[in-house]
């Protein structure tokens, strides 16, 4: 059961962390005309490519992660936590943060511990 909840973690984490981490290096995409010129700008900007891959990587962790875990553990466990994790960053990096905000991440750290309690 750790090591389950360890890749769901680890999913979360890739995928929570770097979505403020794209927002901001995704800044300027609009400026760009054409998808041509804006799929240019994501790739030359490593500002882009590197939480990009880092994402992809919480796929690769998701994909093993569901090979092991029920879809209904895993799929609650890794989104929720994903949401909560992308909070914390966003709050890390300076975005405006509201007292629901705590509150709803704090919701979900006990609903995500009730799911697995009820599994175990």
């Not at 090979?67 to 966003?90: C, K, Q, R, Y």
């Not at 709050?91 to 009730?114: D, H, M, N």
Request: charged residues 10%; hydrophobic residues 50%.
């Amino acid at each position: 059961m750790l090591h389950e909840l360890g890749l769901l973690f680890l999913t979360s984490m890739c995928w929570g962390i770097t979505n403020p981490y794209l927002k901001r290096g995704g800044s300027g995409i609009e400026n760009q005309n054409g998808i041509v010129a804006k799929l240019w700008f994501i790739l030359c900007n490593w500002k882009c490519v590197a939480p990009l891959l880092i994402n992809q990587f919480g796929s690769v962790f998701y994909f093993f992660a569901l090979s092991i875990t029920e879809l209904s553990l895993a799929v609650p466990v890794a989104n929720s936590l994903t949401l909560t994790l992308t909070t914390i960053t966003g709050y890390w990096l300076g975005e405006k943060f509201k007292a629901a905000q705590l509150l709803g991440a704090g919701l979900i750290l006990v609903g995500v511990c009730l799911c697995v309690l009820a599994k175990s």
